[in-house]
């Protein structure tokens, strides 16, 4: 199944009090794993950038300036996330402000039934604490030292590796591997469950009668006999 994890960073809290996108990130994972396929752009939100939102992010106003606003990115965008399952901390924030801009351009929202919220999940799985995504990648040991200021391609794959384990996948992955040892004997490139049934063969004995009745007839001009000693 594909899925896209998203975030994104703004001037503010707020899309209704004229804060804008000036960034979005997305990472597509299939199966529960990333394919290392995303998509990321700054966006010019044509409006100052307020101290506070810097302070979040560091990403200025002058540094905006020249790049895309968003409906010169949104068919890309669109084209990239398709009908896939939304994967998003804290969702309401994210696709408020993605359909706030969808609205500007007289866009079709993005529907609320597509979104997997990972902090939702978090609060069933983990009642009583903090769920931000720094406190879950230092629950999951996801390595997240790197992430000096938020950002959204960088927080969308820490976001990736929290949902993963969130969800459990990552131990069925372990179990699958596991098993793969035990009947394989070793570490293969791509795992592959014993069958409990083996095939039948497809190849009959008249096949092979057939075959080395053929190889008789090929006699000592068989071209592989130039090569015998070699």
């Given at each position: 199944m594909r899925e896209i994890v998203l975030d994104t960073e703004t001037t503010g809290l707020d899309p209704l009090r004229g804060d804008r996108l000036v960034e979005i990130g997305c990472v597509e994972i299939f199966n529960r794993m990333p394919t290392g396929q995303t998509f990321h752009r700054h966006l010019n939100p044509e409006r100052d950038m307020?101290?506070?939102?810097?302070?979040?992010?560091?990403?200025?106003?002058?540094?905006?300036?020249?790049?895309?606003?968003?409906?010169?990115?949104v068919e890309e965008f669109l084209e990239f996330i398709a009908d896939a399952p939304l994967v998003i901390h804290n969702a309401s924030f994210d696709i408020g402000f993605i359909n706030a801009e969808l609205d500007r351009i007289k866009r079709p929202a993005i529907a609320r039934d597509r979104l997997v919220d990972t902090l939702l999940l978090a609060r069933r799985k983990h009642p009583g604490v903090s769920n931000r995504l720094d406190d879950l990648c230092s629950r999951y040991a996801i390595d997240n030292s790197h992430r000096t200021k938020h950002g959204a391609l960088l927080d969308a794959e820490l976001l990736a590796e929290v949902y993963i384990d969130l969800i459990g996948a990552r131990q069925s992955q372990l179990i699958l591997a596991a098993e793969t040892r035990?009947?394989?004997?070793?570490?293969?490139?791509?795992?592959?469950?014993?069958?409990?049934?083996?095939?039948?063969?497809?190849?009959?004995?008249?096949?092979?009668?057939?075959?080395?009745?053929?190889i008789a007839t090929l006699g000592d001009k068989?071209?592989?006999?130039d090569f015998l000693g070699a």
């Open positions: 307020p101290a506070e939102a810097f302070a979040v992010h560091g990403l200025s106003g002058e540094f905006l300036a020249d790049k895309p606003l968003f409906a010169h990115v035990d009947t394989r004997g070793g570490y293969g490139e791509m795992p592959r469950r014993q069958r409990e049934v083996p095939l039948m063969p497809r190849i009959t004995e008249a096949d092979r009668m057939a075959h080395r009745a053929f068989a071209i592989w006999k």
